[in-house]
């Protein structure tokens, strides 16, 4: 049987985590996978996470499997975290939440239970989104459709062209909107922009999925939500999946959570034994680990308040890098127009720079970045901008 197999693609964005450890070249830089680095080069466990840790490790007396929905204490805080303390929709008892394994799983719990409540709806995305959305959709046996979204000649928003897409959805179908710092393009909504989606949200009667992966790492906590709660304060009903593997650097632990706010608080307990069922027919319960540690920082006012010292120094690194690739650019004599690397947001920065240029910057410079031409500005440091601001204006004088 398993002869019959047929070769499948495999991620993009891992398969280029796995050929830049393979590199030899001392001056290799991985602009690849998203995730956030030091000035060293270092994915450093945050010092709230280690406190956490330290505190499992003597609190915890039983490793009895948790409940379907996993850590009750965790859903609440990423509930607060989400929505803000004294949401109307969190007093309501409106929102009924799991704890997922990471992000991903929160977004395949969501497709599941999607396909649960109408079997035949569409899913969607922006064009261009994260690569995993697509696959894990179709995976799911939703369809999938695009909206446009980021418009590669402005290097900014197309605003008229997805009001457009999103004016033809029809009721019934989903529609995912990333909360902030959008996976890979950085361009997020304005606050204007959300007030429009919200509308159009109503008009049309469409169900928003907001993916959260990277709150915090935009504008701020609170700033980061803010579409997403002014689109809960209007909306009947809608869908927030959230990750803490970036703001919380839990990676690897895999932790995330799958929120569904319904009309009532009746919808919500009839939606929560359906989102439990998805959740028992692929992985019974989640992993405790991560959502233990989220929950005993976000329990502490000590850990929370560094928590939030660490978040703040991974953006304020992450921002303070856009203004100097562009500066560091035009030093090396670059012509082109990069100011649009400021108009971005979170981890991510599309260069818009070409498929044969991105081939070369890895094949001569060993400088690795997604084929779209998104860069993970994490990976850039002082001991190598000036090395990649070179190599980027070599490629494109070329
Ligand atoms: N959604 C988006 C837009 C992402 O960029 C990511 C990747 O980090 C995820 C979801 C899933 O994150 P994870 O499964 O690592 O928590
Ligand atoms: O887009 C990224 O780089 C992050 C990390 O299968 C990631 O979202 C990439 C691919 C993947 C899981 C996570």
Redesign the pocket.
């Known amino acids: 049987m398993f002869a019959q197999l047929q070769p499948v693609a495999t ?1 993009p ?2 398969g280029l985590m796995a050929a830049y450890k393979e590199d030899p070249n001392p001056n290799k830089v991985d602009l690849g ?3 956030y680095k030091d000035e060293q080069g270092h994915t450093a466990v945050l010092k709230c996470v280690k406190q956490a840790e330290a505190l499992r490790l003597k609190q915890e007396d039983s490793k009895t499997y948790i409940g379907m929905a996993g850590d009750l204490s965790f859903n609440g805080h990423i509930e607060k975290l989400a929505f803000g303390v004294g949401h109307q929709v969190l007093l309501a008892n409106r929102v009924t939440t799991a704890h997922t394994p990471g992000g ?1 799983g929160a977004l395949r719990v969501a497709a599941e239970f999607i396909k649960k409540a109408n079997p035949n709806a569409t899913i969607w995305v922006t064009s261009p989104t ?1 690569a ?1 959305h697509i696959s894990l959709f179709k995976a799911a046996g939703l369809n999938v459709k695009e909206y446009r979204y980021y418009d590669y000649d402005t290097k900014g928003l197309n605003e008229d062209g997805m009001f457009a897409d999103l004016a033809t959805v029809p009721a019934g179908d989903v529609v995912l909107v990333h909360a902030c710092c959008h ?1 890979p393009s950085g361009m997020d909504l304005t606050f204007a922009q959300w007030q429009r989606f919200t509308a159009v949200a109503k008009e049309r009667g469409f169900t928003p999925l907001v993916d959260m ?1 990277y709150q915090g790492f935009g504008s701020g906590l609170d700033e980061d939500a803010k579409g997403l709660r002014h689109l809960a304060d209007h909306v009947d009903e809608m869908i927030l999946c959230s990750s803490c593997s970036k703001n919380f650097g839990l990676y690897r632990e895999r932790i995330g959570a799958v929120s569904i706010v319904a009309v009532d608080s009746k919808v919500a307990d009839v939606a929560r034994v359906n989102l439990l069922s998805v959740v028992r027919s692929i992985y019974s319960m989640p992993p405790a680990h991560g959502a233990i540690i989220v929950a005993n920082i976000l329990d502490s006012k000590e850990l929370t308040a560094l928590w939030h010292e660490e978040l703040a120094e991974m953006r304020n690194r992450i921002n303070s890098y856009r203004q100097l690739i562009i500066d560091k650019l035009a030093a090396q004599g670059v012509q082109q127009d990069f100011s649009f690397i400021t108009r971005q947001h979170g981890m991510f920065s599309f260069l818009g720079i070409n498929k044969e240029q991105i081939g070369r910057l890895r094949n001569d410079f060993s400088i690795y970045m997604v084929d779209s031409s998104r860069v ?1 500005i994490a990976g850039l440091n002082h001991s190598n901008i000036d090395y990649f601001a070179k190599s980027v204006a070599t490629v494109l004088k070329a």
Request: charged share 10%.
């Open positions: 991620d964005i891992l996978v998203g995730v991903t994260w995993n996976n992966a993970s």
